[in-house]
C-alpha cells in the first residue's frame, strides 16, 4: 500500500514537471512573438501664425447677368387661340398683338348687353315724363335709373371682354419660352409666352461694409466675361441697397449697356471690377498653408504637437498671403510645409 502511495505522488510530480514546463515555453514564444514598442513618429513639419494685417484688396466681383426686363404675356380672358402670331426666338414690340382668342360668345354679351341699355334708356325717359305728370312714383323712377346704370357698368365689361381676346405683348424683347398653339384653349391668366429685354443686361452683387462706402450710384464699373476673352464692357452703378442682409453684405445693381456684335446673354458668368482699392485689417496666413484651392481651402491647425484639418473661407490673395474670413483666430498656428505627409491627428515635430 505504501509503494502505490509513492509512485502516485512520483506520477503527480512529473506531470507537474511537464505542464511547469509548457507553461514556461509558451511564455517563451508569446514575448518572442510579440513586438518591440515602436516610438511615436513625428512628422517635422513647418507652422506660421494666423496674424492680423493691414490689407488692400481691391473690389472686384462676380455674378451672373439677368435681363434688363423679363415679363410673361397671359391671357386676360378665356377661350380659344385663333391666331398665335410669334415663334420661339421672335423680337417683338410692347404692345404687339401676340396672340387672339375667339370672341364670338364676348360679341353676343355685348350686342346683349347695349339691346338692355337702350331699353332702360327708353324706359327712364319715359317714367321720368310720367314722373313729371305725376303718374308715375320717385322710386319705380329710382329703380330704373339704377337699372340703367348697372347696364351701362356690363356693356363697359363687355366690351373689356372683347379687347380682351387681343393678347399683347407687355414688353419688348425676344420670346424666350412659347407655351400654346394655335387652336389650343386657354383660360384667363395662362402663360402664353416669356419676353427678355436683353437691350440692356443687369448684375447682381453684394459688397460688405468697408467696400459699398467707397461706391456711388452712377459710378462707371467694368465688366469682362470669359466668353468674350479680352473684350471689356461698361456698366453703371444703378442702386445700392439702404439697408445691409443679414450677413451684413450691401445688394448693388450694375446696369450694362448690351451690343449686337458682342450680346450678353441672361445667365453668363461675369467679373465687376469697380475700380476701387480699400484697406481692412483682416486676418491672414501664406498661401502655402492651403492644402486645397482656394475655393475649397483646408489647413492644419497645431494643437499640442498634434494637427487637425480645419476647412476655412478665404478671400482676397495678395503678395503670397490670403485673407482668412472664417475659420480660424488670431495667434493660431498653421501648417505651411510637409502637409504632403500629414493626415488628421497626426504627430508633428516643428522644424525652425
Known sequence: ???????????????????????????????????????????????????????EISILKTGNLAPFKEAKAVAMSGGTLLKV?????????QG??????????????????????????????VYTELLAGKAATQEKVNEIRQNYENAVNQVQQAKKNVADAAIL????????????????????????ASIVNLSRAKVQVNL????????KEGQQVKITTDVYPGKTFNGAISFISPQADDAHNYLVEILIGNEEDALLRSGTFVY????RKTEQQVLVIPRDALTESVKDASVYVLQDSIVRQRTIQTGADVNGMVQVLSGLKAGEQVVTSGQINLKDGSTVSVSK
Open 272 to 275: 465687376v471690377d469697380f475700380s
Open 96 to 125: 404687339q398683338v401676340l396672340a387672339v382668342t375667339d370672341t364670338r360668345l364676348a360679341q353676343l354679351e355685348l350686342q346683349k348687353a347695349e339691346t338692355n341699355v337702350m331699353k332702360l334708356r327708353n324706359d327712364l325717359n
Open 169 to 192: 405683348a407687355p414688353t419688348s424683347g425676344v420670346i424666350a419660352s412659347k407655351k400654346v398653339e394655335q387652336g389650343m384653349f386657354v383660360n384667363a391668366g395662362t402663360e402664353l
Open 208 to 215: 460688405t461694409e468697408a467696400e459699398v462706402y467707397k461706391v
Open 85 to 93: 402670331n410669334f415663334e420661339l426666338g421672335d423680337k417683338v414690340k
Open 1 to 55: 500500500m505504501k509503494a502505490r502511495y509513492i509512485t502516485i505522488i512520483i506520477v503527480i510530480a512529473i506531470v507537474g514537471l511537464i505542464v511547469f514546463k509548457l507553461a514556461a515555453n509558451k511564455r517563451k514564444l508569446n514575448e518572442k512573438n510579440t513586438p518591440a514598442p515602436v516610438a511615436a513618429v513625428r512628422i517635422p513639419v513647418k507652422v506660421a501664425k494666423v496674424t492680423e494685417q493691414l490689407f
